[in-house]
């Protein structure tokens, strides 16, 4: 290959490099919707775990109590 055609492919790929790679602002917005979703959906998912967990705990004290009652009997 020439000089001459090593710089024709050359600037060729830095002008395909700057247009092709450039994000856009609407890609940006749905790249950002997309990750409120997820933050909404992780926080509903840690909620749920939460009341789960709150539930577990009263129900293992209510069998506690039952399993002292029945001791002192």
Do not use: P
């Not at 450039?22 to 940006?28: E, G, K, N, R, Y």
């Not at 990750?35 to 506690?64: G, I, P, V």
Request: contains cysteine.
């Amino acid at each position: 290959m020439s000089l001459k055609t090593v710089t024709k492919l050359s600037a060729l790929a830095l002008i395909a490099g700057l247009t092709v790679g450039c994000a856009s602002t609407s890609d940006l917005a749905a790249v950002k919707k997309d990750a409120d979703e997820a933050k909404a959906m992780a926080r509903q998912a840690l909620d749920s775990a939460n009341a789960a967990n709150s539930c577990c705990q009263d129900t293992q004290e209510k069998l506690n109590r039952v399993f002292k009652k029945s001791m002192y009997k």
